[in-house]
């Protein structure tokens, strides 16, 4: 069953006209009962206006700014009556954005009392699920929601919260047991939620935070030494910070020190998004994660027990390039699209033009032709010409196009850079392509001549292999891996004919580019590459 009724602001005490400082639902939302709503903020503390009920919200009207009193209607919300009480856990979410309920008998929330068994809820799929922390001991005191133990599946972990109220008895499990839906965790003296008292404001008062819930393996926190406290966070930064309740019980969740959070709402109050932001911005490596919470070590070896070696030292650019590709590696989302181009009439073209340019004193590689058709390619998908603003929300389109390309040398890879390679020809960029590449094998190439590219090719088509992954160049968000073209039997309709193929190796970053944008970046530059007269027409 279901019923209407309206959204009213609960009695505010000695206070009226409270002005709304942000916005937590949307009109179709499905909030439990006690989810803050909307919070309010008086010149003494924020508090959140809670759903008085489990429903949908139909209708919100309250807006930022506006200001409110006790008895105010501030919207419409379905109400849901149903044999079961929904209890949502605190859950850090599977890559596939599924999401597990756990459902408790009416009467747990509100009416429990005496001695009762605290089981696992339905895990769905998943049974011998690992237990790997242990929240409580005899003797704790829960409220409703509080972490009882920490599971761990290969999708996610997940915390199992307290549907009732009241004094652990005993524990029945430890850290390593493995459990199923149903299976005893614990047996609580459980009591009426009436009787444990409620919290007031943070910012009035401060309140026991939560034992912070289990992350994602990828920023997972040490298990806390001393209960509801994270050895990340300083308490004292996080009870000054500028937050909602709300936002405080989130970051508790997510482990967030709120003193490192930079807040973007009314007068720098740290919102939700804000919270977000900077767990995003700690996954995609922009932000020092918590210790504890890096990268593992490789283990140490000594290799002479197993025979005779010789130890050198990495030449200085191994040394400056080494740590880059590995930032880029594991703080960009690398995905590789690969493409073949047939450049039969490219090569052919190339061949009556290289006597030319070789009076000219130019050696005329693919490579400049393969520039002209990535500088088209580069305007018609701009995106591939962008980076990734800091913040991690914007995307910066560059108007310039400065081509690098890896040039390989006794000291290692280094990159040097073409500037405005769109306003030049293909003997021109062949020009710079040998003056570039001889100063990067002397070791003489300058700061500003290594810096600036907008989008980076690495060509080994005149070594070998048919594919690779090239790896991006940061902050770049795409780098074009080029390969030895080769003839291979291609089928008209009709019949195979030979044709020169040219391997292409697309790598990008998927935050800002998408399969589809890729695969149409390669297809549009296979086709410039094989329609040359169009592409020679940049040349005269």
Not at 292 to 316: A, N
Not at 420 to 445: F, H, I, P
Not at 474 to 492: H, N, Y
């Amino acid at each position: 069953m279901a019923n209407n009724i309206d959204i009213v602001i609960p009695d505010l005490g000695d206070f009226a006209d409270v002005e709304v400082i942000e916005i937590l639902v949307n009109a179709g939302d499905r909030v439990a009962r006690e989810d803050g709503l909307i919070t309010l903020e008086t010149d003494k503390a924020a508090m959140d206006v809670p759903a008085p009920e489990n429903g949908v919200i139909e209708s919100l009207t309250a807006q930022i700014g506006d200001t409110v009193s006790s008895g105010d209607v501030i919207g419409k919300m379905t109400v849901e009556i149903s044999d079961t009480v929904v209890i949502k856990p605190a859950i850090a979410a599977p890559p596939t954005g599924e999401t597990t309920v756990m459902v408790a008998p009416v009467g747990h929330k509100a009416r429990s009392r005496g001695k009762q068994t605290l089981v696992v809820p339905d895990l769905g799929d998943f049974e011998d699920v690992e237990i790997i922390e242990v929240h409580i001991s005899p003797g704790d005191v829960l409220q409703i929601e509080d972490p009882i133990v920490t599971l761990e599946t290969d999708k996610a972990a997940m915390d199992v919260p307290a549907v009732v109220a009241g004094r652990i008895d005993s524990v029945l499990v430890n850290t390593g047991d493995k459990v199923s839906a149903g299976s005893s965790l614990a047996i609580i003296d459980a009591v009426a939620t009436e009787a444990v008292p409620e919290p007031a404001p943070a910012e009035a008062q401060p309140s026991v935070p939560a034992r912070p819930t289990a992350a994602p393996a990828a920023v997972k926190q040490a298990p806390t030494a001393t209960a509801g406290k994270s050895p990340a966070i300083d308490e004292a930064g996080f009870a000054r910070a500028h937050a909602s309740p709300s936002v405080r019980k989130l970051a508790r969740e997510l482990g967030v020190d709120l003193g490192q959070v930079t807040g973007r709402g009314l007068k720098t109050r740290i919102l939700h998004d804000d919270i977000k932001a900077f767990v995003k911005a700690i996954l995609t490596g922009q932000v020092a994660a918590a210790a504890g919470s890096g990268l593992p070590k490789t283990p140490s070896i000594d290799f002479s027990k197993f025979g005779q070696i010789d130890i050198q030292p990495l030449t200085r650019i191994q040394k400056i390039a080494g740590p880059r590709l590995q930032a880029s590696w594991v703080n960009l989302p690398h995905v590789t699209q690969h493409d073949l181009a047939d450049i039969t009439k490219l090569e052919a073209h190339r061949q009556k033009l290289k006597e030319a340019a070789k009076k000219r004193g130019i050696r005329l590689t693919p490579l400049a032709f393969i520039m002209k058709a990535c500088i088209a390619a580069l305007k018609e998908y701009p995106k591939v010409n962008s980076s990734l603003a800091d913040d991690g929300e914007n995307l910066i389109f560059k108007k310039y196009y400065h081509l690098g390309f890896a040039a390989d040398t006794e000291q290692g890879l280094v990159v040097p850079v073409i500037r405005d390679a769109d306003q030049k020809n293909v003997y021109e960029l062949a020009t710079e392509l040998a003056e570039l590449s001889a100063l990067a094998r002397d070791g003489k190439l300058k700061a500003p001549q290594l810096q600036g590219a907008s989008f980076t090719i690495s060509s080994l088509g005149g070594i070998g292999g048919t594919l690779f992954t090239p790896i991006i160049n940061a902050p770049e968000v795409a780098i074009l891996g080029i390969s030895r073209s080769s003839m291979q039997p291609i089928w008209t309709g009709e019949k195979f004919v030979a044709r020169l193929m040219l391997p292409l190796s697309f790598s990008y970053d998927h935050r800002v580019i998408d399969g589809a944008y890729a695969a149409k970046f390669t297809t549009y530059l296979s086709k410039l590459l094989t329609d040359v007269e169009s592409l020679l027409q940049a040349t005269r």
